[in-house]
């Protein structure tokens, strides 16, 4: 074989799943316009509302006073809910702004300090179990900024007993800031406009870690948070689902932050990756020869754990196309192949496809060519990282907690 036919071969061997996932997208896309915004489920009237207890976790994040601010003023009734801020921050200066609240609302706010950031978020969210009363827990990231209404909406779905988590929808207050928080954006828009609607159709919505509820009950017996996994949300999230609780989707948005510097937005993507790929192989059997979740519930699942598995494919067709260049065979990848792949991209490609509908549906389309000529070169870069992040995962190799900086803590946004 001359090093020709084997670049040819391997590039075109590439082809192949990345076909099978651009399909995938498209369907999923198509499904989505089938679904629509879905009826409204009217769901039973609470007899009481239940006790909450709002979970804040925080590491040298100023931010968060806006946060607890914000949820300090839910129109819930103020004896049915408590606020407890999990902090282990290192900064005097933040401790004691935070530790304020809880000084000024004895009781209804709780300030719980680590001396230690052992097992990071989820460690600290269980270290706070200890001072949380409440039935449901809801969670915000530091940098969210929830609606008065959001205690009243999201505990609405727990009249049916069989529902364990309740996930909302991500807004961005940071979005236009640069390209990468562009990129960042299109792919959570992405998920929720169309991976989350599809998914609360079939009852396998994911736990996003933030603006999301949890039936306490529920929680404790899927063992709570894994403290070995590093996408937590994601592992309770399959943990319920096999124990054939209901998970629920609503279309409330909150605004929040993506990274805003390259190094933020990789690492993230990276923990991400190898958190959900690990969630696989730490549940697997389970996932594909438990009986009690349906055969789409699987499906999803799997594309949820092991979607980035088209990682490595990107880069072997990046590297072996552009291959073809230095080994004196420009009609391998030559200016008018590249053309044309760009052309399938655009008007092809299933992340392209869902991209165009997630625009169109938020009256956005003046930005699809910030999402083409994101997709194309950070999108490329990504795909290199995520292959380095998936592989790791494969090999049990441990990938270490990034906690992503927040632009609201420096005053940039």
């Not at 179990?129 to 205690?151: N, Q, Y």
């Not at 807004?171 to 992405?190: D, H, P, Q, S």
């Not at 937590?232 to 993506?258: A, F, H, M, Q, W």
């Not at 065979?329 to 165009?356: C, H, K, Q």
Request: with cysteine.
């Amino acid at each position: 074989m001359t090093p020709h036919e084997f670049t040819l071969f391997m590039y075109n061997l590439s082809l192949f799943p990345i076909i099978f996932f651009s399909v995938l997208f498209l369907f999923l896309t198509v499904l989505r316009l089938f679904i629509g915004n879905g009826k409204k489920e009217d769901y039973k009237k609470m007899k009481d509302l239940p006790f909450i207890s709002v979970q804040i976790p925080a590491y040298n994040d100023p931010v968060a006073e806006r946060c607890v601010q914000k949820c300090m003023e839910f129109d819930y009734p103020k004896d049915k809910y408590e606020i407890i801020i999990a902090d282990d921050s290192t900064s005097a200066e933040t401790r004691t702004m935070l530790k304020r609240f809880a000084d000024e609302n004895p009781g209804f706010v709780k300030y719980v300090h680590r001396s230690n950031r052992e097992n990071f978020k989820p460690g600290a969210l269980k270290n706070a179990m200890s001072a949380t009363r409440g039935g449901f827990i809801v969670i915000f990231d530091a940098d969210w900024i929830p609606e008065k209404d959001f205690l009243k909406k999201i505990i609405e779905p727990f009249s049916d007993p069989k529902v364990a988590l309740v996930q909302t929808k991500q807004g961005f207050y940071n979005k236009n800031t640069n390209l990468i928080t562009r990129f960042a954006a299109y792919v959570l828009m992405i998920y929720h406009d169309i991976i989350m609607p599809v998914s609360n159709r079939i009852n396998c919505v994911f736990f996003c870690g933030t603006a999301g509820a949890i039936r306490r009950s529920a929680f404790e017996e899927a063992g709570g948070w894994n403290l070995n996994s590093i996408t937590e949300d994601c592992d309770l999230s399959v943990n319920l689902l096999l124990r054939g609780y209901k998970s629920v989707y609503l279309d409330i948005e909150t605004p929040s932050e993506v990274p805003a510097t390259f190094e933020g937005f990789i690492k993230q993507q990276m923990r991400w990756c190898y958190g959900n790929t690990r969630v696989f192989f730490d549940n697997a059997f389970r996932i594909l020869f438990g009986k009690s979740i349906t055969f789409r519930q699987k499906a999803m699942i799997l594309y949820v754990t092991l979607g980035n598995v088209i990682a490595p494919m990107v880069v072997i067709m990046t590297i072996f196309g552009f291959a073809g260049w230095f080994i004196g065979e420009p009609t391998l990848f030559s200016f008018s192949d590249v053309v044309n792949l760009i052309s399938r991209g655009i008007y092809t490609a299933g992340f392209i496809s869902m991209g165009v509908f997630t625009l169109y549906k938020k009256r956005q389309l003046s930005e699809l060519p910030y999402l083409v000529a994101s997709a194309f070169t950070i999108g490329i870069i990504l795909a290199v990282a995520n292959t380095i992040a998936f592989f790791k995962a494969i090999a049990n190799s441990k990938l270490g907690w990034y906690c992503t900086p927040k632009s609201a803590n420096d005053g940039l946004v």
